[in-house]
T-cell receptor
């Protein structure tokens, strides 16, 4: 197991287009998280899955954002009708428990032009 | 709501100097506390953690002690190396949460030879 894997690493898209990112967590981890990180800031929580159930969503996750985790394995994060303000690093993390900390992928850097 | 406050950076030190990065938190419960490190071009890595008051987390020569009375979790290292140059993030996970992390803004450390 090589850790949390995210694809693509970089994505440049035109405003108004839809984009989808993929995250493959550490295989034995049932908890999966998405975060967004902008320049000079710490990561901000977006959403949380336990197995296939999406149990928590941040107010940062507008209606244009949707996340899935079919069969409790990999997860996808889709952004519809992208805006320039969506430009950020999108991070995925997985964990085996509530208080053990999470392991992060290298992120997908999104640039909306 | 819960929050984490870190000392502003950047911090520039000479090799073998003593490092302290201050971190204080606000939380309604008894959170777990973490330090993450992000080396240039890499993803976030869990550096150390503490889950209850007076616990000391340690790893790679770094230490931090969970101080409930001062709501602090300061990161220290006795002798920094050039390879420690990175951005350091303090984070908490509240007991009542699903394990999602609340991060500080990060502190950039540069170590000069």
């Amino acid at each position: 197991d090589t850790g949390v894997s995210q694809n693509p690493r970089h994505k440049i898209t035109k405003r108004g287009q839809n984009v989808t990112f993929r995250c493959d967590p550490i295989s034995e981890h049932n908890r999966l998280y998405w975060y967004r990180q902008t320049l000079g800031q710490g990561p901000e929580f977006l959403t949380y899955f336990q197995n296939e159930a999406q149990l928590e969503k941040s107010r940062l996750l507008s209606d244009r954002f949707s996340a899935e985790r079919p069969k409790g394995s990999f997860s996808t994060l889709e952004i519809q009708r992208t805006e320039q303000g969506d430009s950020a690093m999108y991070l995925c993390a997985s964990s085996s428990g509530q208080r053990v900390g999470a392991f992060f992928g290298q992120g997908t850097r999104l640039t909306v032009v | 709501g819960d929050s984490v406050t870190q000392m502003e950076g950047p911090v520039t030190l000479s090799e073998e100097a003593f490092l302290t990065i201050n971190c204080t938190y606000t939380a309604t419960g008894y959170p777990s506390l973490f330090w993450y490190v992000q080396y240039p071009g890499e993803g976030l890595q869990l550096l150390l953690k503490a889950t209850k008051a007076d616990d000391k987390g340690s790893n790679k020569g770094f230490e931090a002690t969970y101080r409930k009375e001062t709501t602090s979790f300061h990161l220290e290292k006795g002798s920094v190396q050039v390879s420690d140059s990175a951005v350091y993030f303090c984070a908490l996970s509240d007991r009542g949460s699903q394990g999602n992390l609340i991060f500080g803004k990060g502190t950039k450390l540069s170590v000069k030879p």
